[in-house]
């Protein structure tokens, strides 16, 4: 819900983030989902599809990172799991 949703304005950028206490729940747990609701409820004024789905997203997702400290918070969006590594651009990083 977009009632749970906050900006926070940092010096590196602009971070979302959400807002949800679920009682006798561990955060590791309801994460996934959350992640996965948020990512696939974005919208963009021109989105495209790619692959073999009906996923549309600005630009090709390629990797997620998710992490509760140190562990990895495993979920899938549009066919990508996400990792403990991400990668930068190949032709700026």
């Known amino acids: 819900k977009r009632e749970n949703l906050g900006l926070e304005k940092l010096k590196k950028g602009n971070y979302v983030y959400i807002k949800r206490k679920t009682v006798g729940k561990r955060t590791k747990d309801i994460l996934p989902s959350l992640f996965s609701e948020l990512i696939t409820s974005l919208s963009f004024s021109k989105s495209m599809r790619w692959g073999k789905g009906d996923f549309a997203f600005a630009r090709p997702i390629r990797s997620i990172l998710a992490l509760l400290g140190e562990e990895i918070i495993e979920f899938e969006v549009a066919g990508i799991r996400s ?11």
């Not at 990792?83 to 700026?92: D, V």
């Open 83 to 93: 990792r403990r590594e991400t990668r930068g651009h190949p032709f700026l990083s």
